[in-house]
C-alpha cells in the first residue's frame, strides 16, 4: 500500500507565499518523478511542476519564476515552494509520484488526496 499525503494548502493574499509538501509512504522500493498538478473549478487538471529523481525539473509557463519545485530522496518527500501568488493560481493542487513498489516492477502513478490553495485579490 502506497499512501501520498499532502500539507500546507491554505488561504493567502495575492502576493503572499505558501509551501506545499507531499510525503510518501508504503511499500515503495523507489520513486522516479514527482509531480505536482492543481484543477480549478471547471477546469482540467494540469501539470504545475516536476522533477526527477536526478533533480532535473520542469514548470507550467504561467508559474516559471514564482515556483519552485524540490524533493529530498531520503524523506520521499517533495515540495512546491509557491511565491507571488495570483487569484489564477487558486486550484486544489495534487501530487503525483511515479514510484516501483519492487525490484524491476513496472513503474506506476499514485495521487495524493490534494490539498487546497485559495489565493484572494
Known amino acids: 500500500q502506497v499512501q501520498l499525503v499532502e500539507s500546507g494548502g491554505g488561504l493567502v493574499q495575492a502576493g503572499g507565499s505558501l509551501r506545499l509538501s507531499c510525503a510518501a509512504s508504503?511499500?515503495?522500493?523507489?520513486?522516479?518523478?514527482m509531480g505536482w498538478y492543481r484543477q480549478a473549478p471547471g477546469k482540467q487538471r494540469e501539470l504545475v511542476a516536476a522533477?526527477?529523481?536526478?533533480?532535473?525539473?520542469n514548470y507550467a509557463d504561467s508559474v516559471k519564476g514564482r515556483f519552485t519545485i524540490s524533493r529530498d530522496n531520503a524523506k520521499n518527500t517533495v515540495y512546491l515552494q509557491m511565491n507571488s501568488l495570483k487569484p489564477e493560481d487558486t486550484a486544489v493542487y495534487y501530487c503525483n509520484a511515479d514510484l516501483e513498489v519492487a525490484p524491476h516492477s513496472t513503474p506506476t502513478g499514485y495521487w495524493g488526496q490534494g490539498t487546497q490553495v485559495t489565493v484572494s485579490s
Open positions: 522533477i526527477t529523481s536526478g533533480g532535473s525539473t
Open positions: 508504503g511499500s515503495i522500493f523507489s520513486i522516479n518523478a
